[in-house]
């Protein structure tokens, strides 16, 4: 069993993803009753777990059209605060019912896109004063 934090379980998760080619997503978390809570459990899953709950069926506003990308996937990992306060894998699925990527798209995932710390710093710097066009002409985005 693999042992750590929980943002070293995510972290783990994450790469065993996207080495699959399946994307992530945070599930519930279970927490002590004490003054000060404390994570007991937490589930990480495949993007593709669960389904698309519609909040509002008789809505007369137009939405835009979303893929549907919910297909009842069951791949999770499961982790559990020991008696030392360390994170461990308690359970873990790898069958997924979805074709899952090619490992060079892995990047394009949701769980996959992040900017560094450097960057959002010099973009937190840039905002005083400076357009938003003007940064991201900058970024040559």
Same mark, same amino acid.
């Given at each position: 069993?693999?042992?750590? /934090?929980?943002?070293?379980?995510?972290?783990?998760?994450?790469?065993?993803?996207?080495?699959?080619?399946?994307?992530? *997503?945070?599930?519930?978390? #279970?927490?002590? *009753?004490? $003054? /000060? &809570?404390?994570? %007991? +459990?937490?589930?990480?899953?495949?993007?593709?777990?669960?389904? *698309?709950? =519609? /909040?509002?069926?008789?809505?007369?506003?137009?939405? #835009?059209?979303?893929?549907?990308? #919910?297909?009842?996937?069951?791949?999770?990992?499961?982790?559990?605060?020991?008696?030392? +306060?360390?994170?461990?894998?308690?359970?873990?699925? $790898?069958?997924?019912?979805? &074709?899952? /990527?090619?490992?060079?798209? =892995?990047?394009?995932?949701?769980?996959? #896109?992040?900017?560094?710390?450097?960057?959002?710093?010099?973009? $937190?710097?840039?905002?005083?004063?400076?357009?938003?066009?003007?940064? %991201?002409?900058?970024? +040559?985005?």
């Amino acid at each position: 069993m693999t042992k750590g /934090t929980i943002d070293e379980m995510h972290t783990l998760y994450c790469n065993h993803a996207r080495e699959m080619g399946f994307s992530v *997503r945070k599930g519930t978390s #279970r927490f002590s *009753r004490d $003054e /000060t &809570p404390i994570v %007991l +459990g937490k589930l990480f899953l495949c993007a593709c777990a669960g389904i *698309r709950v =519609s /909040t509002k069926e008789n809505c007369s506003k137009q939405k #835009r059209n979303v893929a549907l990308t #919910r297909t009842k996937c069951k791949a999770m990992m499961r982790i559990k605060r020991n008696n030392d +306060g360390v994170y461990e894998v308690v359970k873990h699925i $790898e069958k997924h019912n979805h &074709p899952l /990527t090619r490992t060079e798209w =892995s990047h394009l995932h949701r769980s996959e #896109r992040s900017i560094t710390n450097e960057k959002a710093k010099a973009i $937190e710097e840039m905002l005083f004063g400076i357009e938003t066009n003007t940064i %991201l002409l900058l970024y +040559g985005i």
